[in-house]
């Protein structure tokens, strides 16, 4: 017998019935149908159905139960160096304490975030999509600060702890759970003297602390940028690109070299490619595949050229903000597909050597 049902509607026609609790479908409840089994225990559940999922909690394992058998589901978590809230913390146009934000995925206006311990411009930024950091800089007085905020939560930084040296023009990037910084103009307080350093050194994110010498770079510079796969992080400057495996400390390793030498240029990635922008006063986009060693390739333009500019991504789209002449220019990419910059909007404060990360 078959039951055809255009309509169902309660006793008085002017409306959807309310089905009381009892309601059964082959003998199953209808509450009950085509809903997810799932349990989180040490022991494997008594009587699963066909597509029962499973966390083994004594071995860390999801699991889940296929023709009376359970089978392991091998996930992968998403990437801990980017997100999805983009921040921009000091620079000069006068020296400046502002942090603004921006939603990446969402073009728009940045907005007030916070405000650094103090103004600083030259610095360099990090995160684990939790937590942000921003370290070195210039004044001198600042330039071997660590300070962080909480991505998620506007408001003004907190001390973290020291770098290994007094540097700014550095350049930054994370594994989502240590943080390196690099190179840079380094400031002796002894002599008074500064010259560009070759110094990587390295904190962990999560636990407040000093900064430890984790090698050099090949080369000494400064205003150079960086990006990471969360394995492999690369920096690059004039026209040298050299690169270290973020777990392991030591000395980098060449990776290429830029098409275009630049300095005072911007850096970000997805986990497969880096992106570098802009620097001396240049529009060009350029991009590596982390992974593999080899020379930059030409990606597209920005929408202005400009150095002393800073980025971020989401692991999508890549973020560029500000630079010099001071400008509160953002425009953005889409990492995978080489092209032209677009305009995304404006930051609060227009300046150049800003310092960007971004998080969740």
Same mark, same amino acid.
């Given at each position: ?18 089905i009381?609790?009892g ?17 989180s ?42 997100g ?6 000091g620079?000069?146009s006068?020296?400046?304490? +502002? !942090? *603004?934000? =921006?939603t990446?995925?969402t073009? #728009? /206006?940045a907005t007030?975030? @916070? $405000?650094?311990? &103090? %103004?600083?411009?030259?610095l ?31 408001g ?5 702890g020291?770098?290994?040296?007094v ?5 930054s ?8 910084f ?22 962990t ?10 090698g050099?770079l090949?080369?000494a ?18 026209? +040298? !690109? *050299?690169? =270290?495996?973020?777990?392991?400390? #030591? /000395?980098?390793?060449?990776f @290429? $070299?830029f098409? &275009? %030498? ?6 970000f ?12 006063n240049?529009n060009?986009?350029?991009y ?5 060693t ?10 202005v050229?400009?150095?002393?500019l ?32 677009t ?8 300046r ?9």
């Open positions: 017998m078959t039951i055809k049902v255009d309509t169902v509607t309660d006793a008085a026609g002017t409306g959807a019935p309310n009381p609790d309601v059964t479908i082959a003998g199953t409840a209808l509450a009950s149908v085509n809903q997810m089994e799932y349990v225990s040490a022991e494997p559940p008594s009587a699963p159905s066909n597509g029962a999922l499973w966390w083994d909690s004594a071995n860390e394992l999801f699991q889940m139960y296929v023709n009376n058998a359970w089978y392991e589901v091998t996930t992968i978590p998403p990437p801990v160096w980017y999805s809230r983009g921040l921009f913390g620079g000069f006068t020296t400046t304490d +502002t !942090i *603004d934000y =921006v990446i995925a073009a #728009g /206006n007030d975030f @916070g $405000n650094l311990s &103090s %103004a600083r411009y030259a360099a930024a990090c995160s684990n999509t939790a937590r942000g950091l921003f370290a070195g800089g210039s004044p001198n007085s600042i330039g071997n600060k660590i300070e962080y905020v909480t991505v998620a939560t506007t003004n930084s907190t001390a973290f020291d770098l290994t040296k540097v700014s023009y550095l350049a990037c994370s594994s989502g759970v240590r943080g390196l690099a190179g840079g103009t380094e400031y002796d307080p002894g002599t008074g003297g500064s010259a560009d350093t070759n110094t990587i050194s390295y904190v994110i999560a636990t407040t602390g000093n900064a430890v010498d984790f050099d090949t080369v510079r400064d205003g150079l940028a960086a990006c990471s796969n969360g394995d492999r992080g690369v920096f690059g400057g004039e026209s +040298t !690109i *050299d690169y =270290v495996t973020i777990a392991t400390t #030591g /000395n980098a390793t060449d @290429g $070299n098409f &275009s %030498a630049k300095s005072y240029l911007a850096g990635s997805s986990d497969v490619r880096g992106v570098f922008g802009g620097g001396t240049t060009i986009i350029q590596i595949t982390i992974a593999t080899g020379n930059a390739t030409d990606f597209g333009d920005l929408t050229a400009r150095s002393g800073a980025g971020c991504a989401n692991g999508t789209r890549g973020v560029f903000g500000g630079g010099d002449p001071s400008s509160d220019t953002i425009d953005y990419i889409t990492i995978a597909t080489p092209g032209n910059a305009d995304f909007g404006n930051l609060t404060v227009g150049k050597y800003i310092s960007a990360c971004s998080g969740t």
